[in-house]
């Protein structure tokens, strides 16, 4: 017998999103957000199923994406924000906070949190990654959250 497979598809429309995005290192989280847009607009979502929250840093991103995850709104949550390394620690704790934070929401809550987070040395590589010379992770990040929206609701169907 052939075996089943299941994955979701990249088609957006019908489903809602949340963007949770930082104002810290803006110049790149805009560009993050722009390509975030692009691919929920490219895969069908209509705009007024499209949600972006602002949030001061990668910091605060976990309570906040708990919230939208809580709120039995979205379908999934995308998260967008920079994390530079500096001359002090603070990179560590930040990044380390947010991906632990944001990690655990999906399993609590069962939608899908995104982790569009660029960890970076430098401006420069974080440009990189954000529509300038290696892609933009925000495109990839909502490319993902399209995937896993769909493949949720399969699952969920499975009778
Ligand atoms: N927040 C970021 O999103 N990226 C950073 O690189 C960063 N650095 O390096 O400090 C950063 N700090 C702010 C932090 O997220 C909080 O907003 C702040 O500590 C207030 O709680």
């Known amino acids: 017998m052939a ?50 929250v602002r949030v001061p840093g990668s910091w605060e991103m976990p309570v906040v994406a708990r919230e939208l995850a809580l709120a039995d709104q979205y379908d999934a949550v995308i998260c967008l924000s920079a994390v530079i390394r500096g001359e002090t620690p603070h990179f560590d704790y930040v990044a380390g906070e947010a991906a632990k ?23 420069e590589q974080a440009l990189d990654r954000a529509g300038i010379k290696n892609g933009n992770k925000g495109f990839d990040a909502a490319m993902t959250a399209v995937e896993m929206a769909n493949l949720m609701r399969q699952l969920r169907s499975i009778k």
Do not use: H, M, W
């Open 3 to 52: 075996y089943k497979t299941i994955e979701g598809n990249l088609e957006s429309k019908g489903l809602k999103f949340a963007i949770v995005v930082s104002r810290f290192n803006s110049l790149i989280t805009s560009r993050l957000l722009e390509g975030a847009l692009d691919a929920l607009r490219r895969t069908g979502c209509a705009e007024q199923d499209i949600t972006v």
């Open 101 to 123: 934070g944001l990690g655990q929401i999906p399993l609590q809550t069962g939608i899908p949190v995104v982790f569009g987070v660029l960890t970076t040395n430098n401006v």
